[in-house]
């Protein structure tokens, strides 16, 4: 029989697996997505999954971008939503490896990053889901949300169920968290 602190512990559940430090100083999720840096590909491969594509940038020594993994993905009601419902790709917004963007163009992740005007870190980028579309459009038509910045953890995760749900067709995210039950 299990005791009183195995049943509390149980209930909890296990919690969000520690983001790993790499190589050129970014915290990454275990989950993230290991790319070959193609988006097109990416984004449907999501999408055939059932998920949407997000790209989330970083830069080393951002204490914004370590308070997201640390603090948002630390909250499993967090990541294990992300996990389900998303795609993520960390790019790094002064990096050098070669992206494909959606219209075939192939750009170091710093160029990209130039491309849609991504200044600050964290910046997640949700984009359309259909692949096919977003080549012939303007780079910043082809988001349908952007985070530019650090969110608190309950806004963070609502602005993932903003773009999951489609609510970016009918509002504006400040509408959506005004609409949502406190």
Not at 17 to 42: C, Q, R, V
Not at 102 to 109: K, M
Request: glycine fraction near 6%; charge should be negative; aromatic fraction near 14%.
């Amino acid at each position: 029989m299990l005791g009183a602190a195995a049943v509390s512990v149980m209930a909890i559940g296990p919690s969000a697996a520690e983001p790993i430090l790499t190589d050129d100083g970014l915290y990454k999720e275990p989950w993230f997505l290991e790319s070959f840096l193609e988006l097109p590909d990416d984004l449907e491969d999501a999408r055939k999954s059932g998920k949407r594509f997000v790209v989330m940038w970083e830069l080393k020594g951002c204490p914004y971008c370590k308070e997201t993994h640390f603090v948002n993905f630390g909250r499993n009601d967090i990541s294990d939503y992300i996990k389900a419902n998303f795609v993520v790709l960390q790019l790094n917004i002064i990096g050098s490896r070669k992206v494909k963007d959606f219209d075939g163009q192939e750009l170091s992740e710093k160029e990209l990053a130039a491309k849609y005007g991504v200044r600050f870190t964290p910046t997640f980028q949700f984009f359309d889901e259909d692949a096919a579309a977003l080549k012939a459009r303007e780079p910043q038509k082809r988001e349908v949300a952007r985070a530019p910045g650090y969110l608190r953890p309950d806004d963070f995760l609502a602005m993932f169920r903003y773009v999951r749900e489609k609510a970016y067709e009918a509002k504006s995210f400040r509408d959506y968290l005004k609409s949502q039950p406190s």
